[in-house]
């Protein structure tokens, strides 16, 4: 009964009947009437977003063709002990380099976030770090690696990789394998770090790309092991997928920011409290309490395991966020190619950074160089061209979903690193450093020496008849000609 005394009725059978006469009809009947009806607004809306993303993408890609991009290689000391720490604050500083833009910059001139490409590079087993970063960031590269060591050196040196710009797959001469390394989970989980490999009382660094950087080492003539960081700095408010997961933990209720389309919408958001009101009088209002009452009591029922969990999603939101683009590549000749050395032994190594109940990396499934059951040598070929061009062009976007390479500078740092003085690792380019005499007031026992026992003299030792036979493995790798040595 309506205000004026006029009765309202609602026959739901008459609409869920002319609903179901509707679908009865064919396809193309239905679609034809929907888009008469006014679905062609729809479609055209579709189509005119459709043209102006394109738009939108030339007007990005000409505002960064302007940007002039050099490759610096960074030696350091041989008796460098600072710790993957150092290297966080590198990452950092690059923090800084992150810059927004108004509506007009970032929607009509195209204007967009610059990346810098950290490489580890294994070429015939000479190890190399290098930087790829804009011209106009060199100094901060620069003021950030001397900061923490003052020692180093940076020389720009030429590309590696664009030597093999024109290589096509199938080749006769070459063979590669690629992929790109995602996150097994939601980005909020991070990776094992290498404050996990840190030992809790001594503080001694295990490090955890000690066993990449042996492999790297390994590698022979016509082989080479590229891999790439494509970083882009990220402005704050990154981490809402983050607060909602903590939230979940907790048991506590997330209300996300509200956006644009939240503000159009707030009008008719009675809607949901409408629904909410009929849930009460379903299952009823005490029930829906207590529900949140339990709720609020998950985070005291969680296990030690959940808690660190907890703790470690925590600490990644806390710290500078950076979006990551990482590439494997082996490279080398057909006759010495050898995915056991140059594929299985990487992925091995990387298998440190993976935790179970936390995140870890596994191969692309968009980029990864292998296919299944038909056209396989064509996709495969496909594959390889993708990711080399990918890869020489440093792109930061093309490839597998970015949208979940989120990662700290912690997991950066722990990631590509200068090795500490307790790694050996013989052939990646170091500084040599000073050397000196011990003091001539040193002590030294002579009470441990039996007089029976008569020690070698100077002389004897360099007879050529009392040198011992030393023969080597493998020559030692020597320096390719584009990059610097010391």
């Known amino acids: 009964m309506g205000k004026n005394g006029i009765n309202i009725e609602i026959d739901f059978l008459s609409i869920w ?9 064919n396809p193309v009947i239905i679609a034809t009437q929907i888009f008469l009806g006014g679905g062609w607004v729809v479609f055209l809306l579709l189509f005119i977003y459709g043209l102006y993303t394109v738009w939108l993408d030339g007007r990005q890609a000409r505002f960064a063709s302007k940007w002039k991009h050099i490759l610096l290689a960074i030696d350091i000391p041989k008796n460098n002990i600072q710790t993957p720490k150092a290297v966080e604050s590198i990452f950092i500083a690059l923090a800084g380099a992150q810059s927004g833009g108004n509506l007009v910059d970032l929607y009509w001139s ?5 990346s810098f490409s ?9 190890v190399q770090f290098l930087v790829r970063t804009p011209v106009h960031f060199r100094d901060l590269i620069e003021a950030a690696v001397y900061a923490q060591y003052p020692e180093a050196e940076i020389t720009e040196v030429d590309d590696y990789a664009s030597q093999y710009s024109d290589v096509k797959f199938p080749n006769d001469k070459y063979n590669l394998w690629g992929t790109e390394l995602v996150l097994a989970r939601d980005y909020p989980y991070p990776i094992r770090t290498y404050s996990d490999f840190e030992h809790k009382l001594t503080g001694e660094l295990i490090d955890p790309m000690a066993g990449v950087l042996e492999t790297l080492t390994r590698l022979g003539p016509g082989e080479q092991v590229w891999l790439q960081f494509v970083i882009t ?14 939230k979940e933990m907790k048991g506590e209720p997330y209300t996300p920011p509200e956006t644009f389309s939240d503000k159009i919408i707030k009008p008719i958001s009675f809607i949901g409290d409408l629904a909410m009101a009929v849930s009460n009088e379903i299952f009823g209002a005490d029930e829906v309490a207590k529900k949140k009452e339990e709720d609020q009591w998950k985070m005291f029922r969680i296990s030690p395991g959940e808690r660190l969990v907890f703790e470690n999603v925590q600490r990644k939101l806390a710290q500078h966020v950076f979006r990551l683009k990482f590439r494997f590549v082996y490279f080398g000749e057909k006759e010495v190619f050898n995915k056991g050395r140059g594929v299985a032994s990487i992925i091995s190594g990387l298998q440190q950074f993976n935790v179970a109940d936390s995140n870890g990396f596994k191969p692309g499934p968009r980029t990864k160089t292998s296919a299944d059951y038909f056209n396989v040598n064509k996709r495969v070929a496909e594959l390889q061209k993708r990711i ?7 792109n930061n976007y093309n490839g597998d ?13 722990s990631l590509w690193h200068f090795p500490v003085m307790s790694v050996k690792a013989p052939t990646v ?3 040599g450093s000073k050397r000196s005499v011990p003091p001539s007031r040193l002590p030294y026992d002579t009470g ?11 002389e004897s030792v360099n007879t050529v008849e009392n040198k011992p036979e030393i023969k080597e493995s493998r020559p030692k790798p020597t320096p390719p000609a584009n990059l610097p040595t010391v």
């Open 448 to 458: 441990r020496v039996q007089p029976n026992i008569q020690l070698p003299t100077l």
């Open 233 to 246: 700095p990220q402005k704050p408010g990154w981490g809402e997928k983050g607060k909602k997961i903590l």
């Open 388 to 394: 080399l061009r990918n890869y020489i062009k440093r």
């Open 401 to 413: 979903d970015v949208s979940n390479m989120m990662v700290c500078s912690e997991e950066l740092a």
């Open 429 to 431: 380019e170091k500084i």
């Open 110 to 114: 195209g204007k967009v976030q610059e």
């Open 17 to 25: 009947n002319t609903i179901i006469d509707f679908g009865s009809q």
């Open 118 to 126: 950290f490489e580890i590079v294994s070429l015939e087993g000479y």
